[in-house]
């Protein structure tokens, strides 16, 4: 049994039932990829539109997909047909164009806003006090769904420290939750254990389950 499947299979175990665990599978080969779906894995998490090309057609079971990076306008219309959920949309532009995208193919996309919940200037997301207006301005929208929120938190080498800012995204989503807006994305492979303390029904592991990353050439 392969290293990929081990750790699949212990995070299944370990994950609790209601927490849906993504895959984060940015620059794993299909090989990898499959390993991880044939040991139980039911969604996958990708960051780059080229690499969900690539990847998803040699999928060898249908899962659901997650768009979990900074989404480009300019990529949108080759990212709707591709993926269930945009986990992170951050504003009103860039939810236009992927409303307008799915109404020329006759898609409802769900999605989620990003919460740039440790405020940091240079980082993607939207401020936790903006939230409530972008909250507003999706509702004229017919061809997308905010199904949710997401937050990754600053860089910090002791996830204990993030629990705070897992804890003020899922303050607002409490605050907005209802039949639609079900889902809290937050937690990656060190984080996950406090991000589903503090209310996380989504999880995105990539390291934990397919080891340490290789570098990016571009
Ligand atoms: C890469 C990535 C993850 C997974 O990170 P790991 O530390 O490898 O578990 C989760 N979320 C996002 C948005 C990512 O880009």
């Known amino acids: 049994m392969g290293e990929i499947t081990d750790r699949v299979r212990n995070h299944l175990i370990q ?14 080969t299909l090989d990898e990829v499959n390993e991880a779906v044939a040991a139980g894995i039911s969604a996958v998490g990708e960051n780059y539109v080229q690499e969900a090309e690539n990847i998803f057609p040699g999928l060898g079971r ?7 990076g900074h989404l480009q306008k300019n990529k949108v219309k080759k990212a709707v047909p591709l993926f269930d959920v945009i986990e ?11 409303d307008r995208r799915c109404g020329e193919i006759g898609k409802v996309m769900r999605i989620l806003i990003e919460v ?28 997308i769904e905010l199904t ?6 600053p860089w910090l080498e002791d996830p204990e420290k993030l ?4 804890r003020e995204t899922n303050l607002l989503f409490q605050r907005y939750r209802n039949e639609r807006i079900r889902s809290l994305s937050m937690g990656m492979s060190d984080s996950w254990r ?11 592991i990539g390291t934990a389950l397919f080891g340490p990353r290789p570098k990016r050439k571009d």
């Open 116 to 143: 740039n919940s440790g405020r940091e200037g240079q980082k993607a997301g939207v401020f936790p006090e903006n939230v409530g207006s972008l909250v507003t301005e999706l509702q004229g929208f017919r061809n």
């Open 194 to 204: 406090i991000a589903v303390e503090e209310g996380a029904n989504i999880v995105r």
């Open 88 to 98: 992170t949309v951050d504003s009103v532009e860039l939810a236009a164009e992927i």
């Open 163 to 166: 629990r705070p800012y897992f």
């Open 15 to 28: 994950i609790p039932n209601n927490v849906l665990l993504v895959a984060a599978i940015k620059s794993r």
């Open 62 to 68: 249908p899962v659901e997909k997650h768009f979990i």
């Open 148 to 153: 949710g929120f997401m937050t990754m938190g």
